[in-house]
């Protein structure tokens, strides 16, 4: 495996990880999930800055999810 992080820091930091509780690792999962989603979001409004709430929704079901479960959900894209 390439990695730029040394053997004896990787080996401290998967101990860490291997000491975590399940609860805590589920609460990291979901944290690092909100953090992509606010990302995603951000990284949208930069580019689109007019771009309403309910766009941004149906992107990220397109995202997730893909464009047709998108359209069984929100309908075609411009009311096509």
């Known amino acids: ?16 990880q291997r000491a975590r509780t399940p609860g805590q690792q589920i609460a990291r999962a979901l944290e690092m999930t ?16 007019g771009i309403s709430e309910a ?8 995202c997730y999810y893909g464009v047709e479960r998108a359209e069984k959900m929100y309908g075609p894209r411009g009311g096509e």
């Open 1 to 16: 495996m390439n990695s730029d992080t040394d053997e004896k820091s990787r080996a401290v930091w998967l101990r860490l």
């Open 55 to 62: 766009e941004i929704k149906r992107r990220m079901v397109e």
């Open 34 to 49: 909100a953090l992509v989603r606010s990302m995603f979001v951000a990284n949208l409004r930069r580019e689109e800055p």
